[in-house]
T-cell receptor, first 114, second 114 residues
Framework: DAGVIQSPRHEVTEMGQEVTLRCKPI?????LFWYRQTMMRGLELLIY????????DSGMPEDRFSAKMPNASFSTLKIQPSEPRDSAVYFC????????????FGQGTRLTVV | AQSVTQLGSHVSVSEGALVLLRCNYS??????LFWYVQYPNQGLQLLLK??????LVKGINGFEAEFKKSETSFHLTKPSAHMSDAAEYFC????????????FGKGTLLTVNP
């Protein structure tokens, strides 16, 4: 398996623009997570899905952020409009359901909003 | 609610010295515990996990961790540090169940000096 695939790896955008980050989880995994990593706040869980259904989105910072998982093999995280404080590395991870199974992480998308 | 505290955001050791990275958790149910490692510009990868089978868990690259319920701790150790161990290390907790959620600590940056 190719692992969790995220695209793009790097994104530079201007403030106010819409940004869409994409994730393809590992086949057969039914839990998917979006995390944000910054120097100040560390690794934050934004939202996670189980069987394509959003279970907990309490970490989504505000209404400018939205996430979807239309099917088991694809998820998006959208920021609209983007702001400089959204600059961070965004990770997608997937796992099989069950607390004793580890999450597998993608390489991340480094987002810079100027 | 589950949470993780990693004591020490930065640990520096000499090559060949003992590595000790501390992690304390809070969980309302028996937890599943994980240690992940992150190398620069990469995603997180699993070092080891505790799933209640044995309190002393061995992982990759010579690392191990011991689950101590009375101390609510899951400290990571390695007898002899190698230069290649320099990375950021994250402790994480899950309470399991059908709705799996993985919560991370803020990470500890390990520096290995020659």
């Amino acid at each position: 398996d190719a692992g969790v695939i995220q695209s793009p790896r790097h994104e530079v955008t201007e403030m106010g623009q819409e940004v869409t980050l994409r994730c393809k989880p590992i086949s057969g995994h039914n839990s998917l997570f979006w995390y944000r990593q910054t120097m100040m706040r560390g690794l934050e869980l934004l939202i996670y899905f189980n069987n394509n259904v959003p279970i907990d989105d309490s970490g989504m910072p505000e209404d400018r952020f939205s996430a979807k998982m239309p099917n088991a093999s694809f998820s998006t995280l959208k920021i609209q409009p983007s702001e400089p404080r959204d600059s961070a590395v965004y990770f997608c991870a997937s796992s099989q359901t069950g607390g004793n199974t580890e999450a597998f992480f993608g390489q991340g998308t480094r987002l810079t909003v100027v | 609610a589950q949470s993780v505290t990693q004591l020490g955001s930065h640990v520096s050791v000499s090559e060949g010295a003992l590595v000790l990275l501390r992690c304390n958790y809070s969980s309302s149910v028996p937890p599943y515990l994980f240690w992940y490692v992150q190398y620069p510009n990469q995603g997180l990868q699993l070092l080891l996990k505790y799933t209640s089978a044995a309190t002393l868990v061995k992982g990759i690259n010579g690392f191990e961790a011991e689950f101590k319920k009375s101390e609510t701790s899951f400290h990571l150790t390695k007898p002899s540090a190698h230069m290649s161990d320099a990375a950021e290390y994250f402790c994480a907790v899950s309470e399991g169940g059908s709705n799996y959620k993985l919560t991370f600590g803020k990470g500890t940056l390990l520096t290995v000096n020659p």
